[in-house]
T-cell receptor
Framework: KQEVTQIPAALSVPEGENLVLNCSFTDSAIYNLQWFRQDPGKGLTSLLLIQSSQREQTSGRLNASLDKSSGRSTLYIAASQPGDSATYLCAVTFTGGGNKLTFGTGTQLKVEL | DAGITQSPRYKITETGRQVTLMCHQTWSHSYMFWYRQDLGHGLRLIYYSAAADITDKGEVSDGYVVSRSKTENFPLTLESATRSQTSVYFC????????????FGPGTRLTVL
């Protein structure tokens, strides 16, 4: 079964710290991997999309890497701020799966003053 | 306004009633999706559509029906609501799966009493 796992489920860090969120997936045959942000009671906002042929993508303080062979992706957040507090979701489009997104259960991040 | 909208945002209904959740997007995206989000399960795909009049089941489609007579609309109907269908429902769209970001609506919080 194609699955996506995110560890840790929750993370609390002081403001200014650099941090890494982890995502792992069970099948290396993927089209792409996406990182989303979800604020409480809100929808999902796409942060970064990495195609299967790419190794990383960057947007501002965010950097996402992809290692297909090991089935892993990381989201690096530099100089974290309280406004970064949210749930971060990793989602994979597996090939041969009808082009559907398979989501991890997310990492709930709290950045404290 | 351009984007993807869902209505209603909140709905309370009773067991056995029929409920329809609406989704509308203004980008003329080909693909549209319905997900439900539950604690402990993350987001799971209910149904998706590759184009008008083309729909297919996702992971948790039992008890749900969809239609797509127009590209911009993708309503989700609960034929006879059950308490297990209490959830937050998200609609999403994308131009082309496998390469493009999925854009999510704000969600509909449904409670079945």
């Amino acid at each position: 079964k194609q699955e996506v796992t995110q560890i840790p489920a929750a993370l609390s860090v002081p403001e200014g710290e650099n941090l890494v969120l982890n995502c792992s997936f069970t099948d290396s045959a993927i089209y792409n991997l996406q990182w989303f942000r979800q604020d409480p009671g809100k929808g999902l906002t796409s942060l970064l999309l990495i195609q299967s042929s790419q190794r990383e993508q960057t947007s501002g303080r965010l950097n996402a890497s992809l290692d297909k062979s090991s089935g892993r992706s990381t989201l690096y957040i530099a100089a974290s701020q309280p406004g970064d507090s949210a749930t971060y979701l990793c989602a994979v489009t597996f090939t041969g799966g009808g082009n559907k997104l398979t989501f991890g259960t997310g990492t709930q991040l709290k950045v404290e003053l | 306004d351009a984007g993807i909208t869902q209505s209603p945002r909140y709905k309370i209904t009773e067991t056995g009633r029929q409920v329809t959740l609406m989704c509308h997007q203004t980008w003329s995206h080909s693909y549209m999706f319905w997900y439900r989000q539950d604690l402990g399960h993350g987001l799971r795909l209910i149904y998706y559509s590759a184009a008008a009049d083309i729909t297919d089941k996702g992971e948790v489609s039992d008890g749900y029906v969809v239609s797509r007579s127009k590209t911009e609309n993708f309503p989700l109907t609960l034929e006879s609501a059950t308490r297990s269908q209490t959830s937050v429902y998200f609609c999403a769209s994308t131009h082309s799966t496998g390469t493009d970001t999925q854009y999510f609506g704000p969600g509909t919080r449904l409670t079945v009493l």
